[in-house]
């Protein structure tokens, strides 16, 4: 009667209901996210392989290893510019076509709809079908030749590779952030639009001092998970160019997958992953300090 009596006020109780309920998220949370992260950052102190006989404790040896290898700088460079080239088309052209969207009354949502297609389009299937498209004999070449255009390696061109795997990239998130900007200019006031009407503000004006002011939470949101997804691009560099020609594709996530499970190498595999993480945290931290004012 006791226990039974405590186990019914443990249900009372608000906050002991609330761990009730989130203990299976959590527990899986543990298990499959919170736990491998511990065990990478762990391996990233260690040395071998697990084809052989165990691994051994060499500390900070695998970040020593990392820092002063030639291609780890070379990834990251790539890295650095793919985030970049991505991130900025990927905010500003999703940006000018929600304002024109958001002016449309008829179609909007075909609209919307048409250009949030590439989004949950697989990005394995994306990738193969643009890899089709611009291999030696695909589509784009035959194009460019019934125009007496001589045909181009592409993907196998150290100055072409790059460049449509960022346009893969651009297409991929652009309606995602189409769609959150939407939301954005929705959430402000027409109250504010009609009073600088008044005052006599052009649109000009209205974009850089109303619109722009207004979606400042919705350019944090963007800005960082278009650099998280961008940070973590694997799939694309995978099926399209594999990390060359010359390693000029190759990015972190894939670096780390070459290094993991092409030459079985886990502790440096696992410090490079670590790295990335920590990248990605300083990233998250920003936005939090970022909107610490938000309501």
């Given amino acids: 009667m006791i226990s039974r009596n405590l186990f019914r006020r443990w249900l009372d109780n608000q ?3 609330a761990w009730l309920f989130l203990a299976p998220a959590l527990i899986l949370f543990v298990l499959f996210v919170l736990g491998p992260i511990v065990y990478s950052i762990g391996l990233s102190f ?17 970040y020593d290893n990392v820092f002063s290898s030639p291609d780890f700088w070379q990834v990251v460079g790539n890295t650095i510019y793919f985030t970049i080239a991505t991130l900025i088309p990927s905010i500003a052209i999703p940006l000018g076509l929600a304002v024109v969207l958001n002016q449309v009354v008829v179609g909007r ?9 590439p989004s949950v389009v697989s990005i394995v299937a994306a990738g193969l079908g643009w890899r089709w498209l611009f291999q030696s004999n695909g589509p784009i070449n035959g194009l460019l030749g019934s125009i007496g255009i001589p045909p181009t390696p592409w993907l196998g061109s150290v100055t072409w590779a790059m460049p449509i795997l960022i346009l893969l990239s651009i297409w991929k998130q652009v309606g995602f952030n ?7 200019l929705q ?10 009407e008044l005052d006599g503000a052009d649109e000009w004006q209205q974009f850089r001092f109303i619109t722009l002011p207004g979606l400042r939470s919705t350019f944090i949101f963007t800005i960082v998970t278009t650099s998280i997804f961008t940070l973590r691009s694997f799939e694309q560099v995978y099926v399209m160019t594999g990390g060359g020609p010359l390693n000029s ?7 780390v997958y070459e290094q993991a499970f092409g ?3 886990f502790g440096y ?3 490079v992953a670590t790295l990335l993480l920590l990248a990605t945290l300083v990233i998250v931290g920003v936005q939090l300090y970022l909107t610490r004012d938000e309501a």
Avoid: C, Q
């Avoid at 949502?109 to 297609?117: A, G, K, P, Q, S």
């Avoid at 959430?187 to 600088?196: C, G, L, V």
């Avoid at 594709?249 to 670096?255: K, S």
């Fill in 15 to 17: 906050t002991f209901a």
């Fill in 263 to 265: 030459l079985f190498d």
């Fill in 46 to 62: 260690t040395m071998g392989s697990f084809t052989r006989s165990g691994v051994e404790w060499v500390g900070f040896r695998n």
């Fill in 109 to 117: 949502t075909l609209l919307r709809t048409v250009y949030f297609i």
């Fill in 249 to 255: 594709t190759n990015l972190l996530v894939h670096y």
């Fill in 178 to 184: 189409l769609v959150v900007f939407l939301a954005g």
């Fill in 187 to 196: 959430a402000i006031p027409k109250s504010r639009y009609e009073a600088a």
């Fill in 269 to 271: 595999a696992s410090a």
